[in-house]
């Protein structure tokens, strides 16, 4: 994918992000990859964030963790949210396919030569920024931006 492209993707993802939650830092990191080059190893991360937060929404355990209730104190994360927001959308096969691509494409072990393609990777700083690639970081936009539409912010 090409920058241009990306931008456009990114563009895209704005469309349906949380008005007051995501939207003016979506904003800035737009401006900062139109500015620089080599701005996608800060972002990434920031975009793996952005990514599961979307796959939380397309649940029912999506929205702000609540500090007076002790029982609502744990969300799923990773692997087990991915596939918790799978069986919750078993009725919407689009939805489950992307679901899988990105479990398939994201959320594998830790793994060295992943690169920045593993949000394990990226997250837990197993692997060097400088090992993450602009590929890397175009993949994750252009799976938000096929998750998007099914957000349910």
Do not use: C
């Not at 990306?6 to 500015?35: G, M, R």
């Not at 919407?92 to 691509?101: A, E, F, R, S, T």
Request: hydrophobic content about 35%.
């Amino acid at each position: 994918m090409r920058k241009n492209e990306t931008l456009k993707k990114l563009n895209d993802i704005k469309i349906t992000a949380h008005f007051w939650n995501w939207l003016p830092d979506i904003q800035v990191a737009i401006e900062i990859y139109e500015s620089r080059n080599d701005a996608y190893s800060v972002l990434l991360p920031f975009f793996f964030t952005y990514l599961e937060e979307t796959i939380r929404s397309t649940t029912t355990e999506y929205g702000m963790l609540d500090p007076r209730n002790q029982s609502n104190r744990k969300k799923k994360v990773g692997k087990e949210l991915i596939q918790f927001a799978i069986s919750e959308n078993s009725d919407n096969p689009q939805l489950v396919h992307i679901l899988n691509d990105i479990l398939e494409n994201h959320y594998g072990k830790f793994s060295p030569f992943a690169g920045g393609q593993n949000r394990n990777n990226v997250g837990h700083g197993v692997v060097h920024p400088r090992f993450w690639t602009e590929e890397d970081f175009e993949n994750v936009v252009n799976d938000i931006a096929k998750l998007s539409p099914y957000a349910g912010f």
